[in-house]
């Protein structure tokens, strides 16, 4: 593999432009000016753009096995790579569920040999993601996947009894639980956030308190056992507060929120257009403002995609047969930019810290999320700060084109994706 060298690129945003030369996979120089090179590597000319370690999605639906008409891990990879990310979490909701050591090889296999960005396989907590008996968390964790994240996404592990017995043999495993936080019981039927749009039209209401409930539950779960929980996809201004309570006691909990939670609103519903429903649902202008802050603040880890595609038959329908999801991955770092950076929320360190370094901590991962600096690994993203672009679902890198952010223009565009030290995207396209 030839030497990579970025050209007049700015690490974080900060300071002036720099070379930065990438040899064997990891950075081997970074230089004060352009007045070094290298004639042997080859250059992409960065132009002042930022340069920040590669994200780490915790969340990817990528629906292989069993849905590959509406995502492969192929194409989920593209759309990975072209979103700035290095390295991503394949959800184990599939068909069969990756509950066993077999389908979580699988999937580690498939992303090697795709080789755009790592895939990581989740396994689910539970056989069947059904909630009754444990999966074989052991094996899958001792598989040539390595699993570490553990979840039974688009389900919650409901019983507590079963949860506990999860997060403590995540413990000896040195594993993460990730819960998806929703109370069945308190959702039956429900269709939107339950509120005033969703009485104005007629939908089942959706409580916050199903999702703050399981949460508040799980985090006195894993303080009493001492393990390691991840809540996903945080939605409401209360399960905000409750993960404020609970860091303040030294319970080991991180949390997630999505992008489409930083942006979007119940209001979207007025449509009907089931592009919008999403699990779990928008929420209120004041639990959007409270996820930005508490993303700001630290309160919530990291942005994780839940990047969900879905076949137009599962979309394109009446609303309570619609299938919950949206698009993620390449739409996610423009709307950070939107509602984090612009505001000032956030600089671009923190957009680093929220979208590369804590995901990678939260997952255990050494060789992501690392600092900018000479010997390590060249896994990496170059943003331009300054472009625009206007979402097009059908020019996306996945088969599914369910975007709720169809036209919308967003700021900030990756130029160049880099995974140890090669170039997987580059200016739009995928490379090679």
């Given at each position: 593999?030839?030497?990579?060298?970025?050209?007049?690129?700015?690490p974080?945003?900060?300071?002036e432009p720099?070379?930065?030369?990438?040899?064997d996979g990891?950075i081997?120089?970074l230089d004060d000016?352009s007045?070094h090179?290298?004639?042997d590597?080859?250059v992409i000319e960065?132009?002042g753009?930022?340069?920040l370690?590669g994200?780490?999605?915790l969340?990817t639906?990528?629906?292989?096995p069993g849905r590959e008409?509406t995502?492969?891990?192929?194409t989920g990879?593209r759309?990975?790579a072209?979103?700035?990310?290095t390295?991503?979490?394949?959800?184990?909701?599939t068909d069969p569920?990756a509950?066993n050591?077999?389908?979580v090889e699988h999937?580690?296999?498939?992303g090697?040999?795709?080789?755009?960005?790592?895939?990581?396989p989740?396994g689910?907590?539970?056989v069947g993601?059904k909630?009754?008996?444990l999966?074989e968390?052991?094996?899958?964790?001792k598989?040539?996947?390595?699993?570490?994240v553990?979840?039974?996404d688009?389900?919650c592990?409901?019983?507590?009894?079963?949860?506990r017995?999860?997060l403590?043999?995540?413990?000896?495993?040195?594993?993460v639980?990730?819960?998806?936080?929703?109370?069945?019981?308190l959702?039956v039927?429900?269709?939107a956030?339950?509120g005033e749009?969703?009485?104005?039209?007629g939908l089942?209401?959706?409580p916050?308190a199903?999702e703050?409930?399981?949460?508040?539950?799980?985090c006195i779960?894993?303080?009493?056992?001492?393990a390691k929980?991840?809540?996903?996809?945080?939605?409401?201004?209360?399960?905000?507060d409750?993960?404020?309570w609970?860091?303040?006691?030294?319970?080991k909990?991180?949390?997630?929120?999505?992008?489409?939670?930083?942006?979007?609103?119940?209001?979207?519903?007025?449509?009907y257009d089931?592009?919008n429903k999403?699990?779990?649902p928008?929420?209120t202008?004041?639990?959007?403002?409270?996820?930005r802050?508490?993303?700001?603040?630290g309160?919530?880890?990291c942005?994780?995609?839940?990047?969900?595609p879905h076949?137009?038959q599962?979309?394109?329908?009446?609303w309570?047969?619609?299938?919950?999801?949206?698009?993620?991955?390449?739409t996610a770092?423009?709307i950070v930019?939107e509602?984090?950076?612009?505001?000032g929320?956030?600089d671009?360190r923190g957009?680093?810290?929220?979208?590369?370094?804590k995901?990678a901590?939260?997952?255990?991962?050494?060789?992501?999320?690392?600092?900018?600096?000479?010997?390590?690994?060249?896994n990496l993203?170059l943003?331009?700060p300054d472009?625009t672009w206007?979402?097009?679902?059908?020019?996306l890198?996945s088969?599914?084109?369910n975007?709720p952010?169809e036209?919308?223009?967003?700021p900030g565009?990756v130029?160049?994706?880099?995974?140890?030290g090669?170039?997987?995207a580059?200016?739009?396209r995928?490379?090679?």
């Amino acid at each position: 593999m030839k030497p990579l060298l970025l050209k007049g690129v700015r690490p974080y945003g900060e300071g002036e432009p720099r070379d930065i030369l990438i040899r064997d996979g990891v950075i081997a120089r970074l230089d004060d000016s352009s007045r070094h090179g290298d004639e042997d590597a080859e250059v992409i000319e960065g132009n002042g753009a930022v340069l920040l370690p590669g994200f780490v999605d915790l969340h990817t639906h990528l629906r292989e096995p069993g849905r590959e008409d509406t995502e492969t891990i192929e194409t989920g990879s593209r759309a990975a790579a072209l979103g700035g990310y290095t390295a991503v979490f394949a959800m184990a909701n599939t068909d069969p569920v990756a509950d066993n050591a077999v389908i979580v090889e699988h999937v580690a296999r498939r992303g090697q040999e795709v080789g755009l960005v790592d895939v990581h396989p989740v396994g689910a907590v539970t056989v069947g993601l059904k909630g009754e008996k444990l999966a074989e968390l052991g094996t899958m964790a001792k598989s040539k996947a390595n699993v570490r994240v553990f979840s039974d996404d688009g389900h919650c592990v409901h019983d507590p009894l079963i949860m506990r017995r999860a997060l403590e043999y995540s413990k000896s495993l040195g594993a993460v639980i990730a819960q998806h936080a929703e109370e069945p019981r308190l959702t039956v039927g429900a269709q939107a956030h339950e509120g005033e749009n969703a009485s104005r039209l007629g939908l089942q209401g959706w409580p916050a308190a199903a999702e703050e409930s399981i949460v508040a539950r799980d985090c006195i779960l894993a303080r009493q056992v001492g393990a390691k929980l991840h809540v996903c996809h945080v939605s409401t201004t209360g399960t905000a507060d409750v993960l404020r309570w609970a860091k303040a006691r030294g319970t080991k909990v991180s949390a997630e929120v999505t992008p489409h939670h930083l942006i979007l609103t119940d209001d979207r519903l007025s449509t009907y257009d089931p592009v919008n429903k999403v699990n779990p649902p928008l929420r209120t202008r004041t639990d959007v403002d409270a996820l930005r802050q508490a993303l700001a603040d630290g309160t919530i880890d990291c942005v994780a995609t839940d990047h969900a595609p879905h076949a137009v038959q599962d979309k394109d329908c009446e609303w309570s047969a619609a299938r919950p999801g949206m698009l993620g991955l390449q739409t996610a770092l423009g709307i950070v930019v939107e509602t984090m950076v612009k505001t000032g929320l956030l600089d671009w360190r923190g957009v680093a810290r929220v979208m590369s370094e804590k995901p990678a901590e939260i997952a255990g991962l050494t060789d992501q999320g690392r600092p900018i600096e000479v010997g390590e690994p060249a896994n990496l993203v170059l943003v331009d700060p300054d472009a625009t672009w206007t979402v097009n679902g059908a020019e996306l890198a996945s088969i599914a084109g369910n975007t709720p952010f169809e036209g919308m223009e967003l700021p900030g565009a990756v130029t160049a994706t880099i995974l140890r030290g090669r170039v997987t995207a580059l200016a739009g396209r995928i490379a090679g």
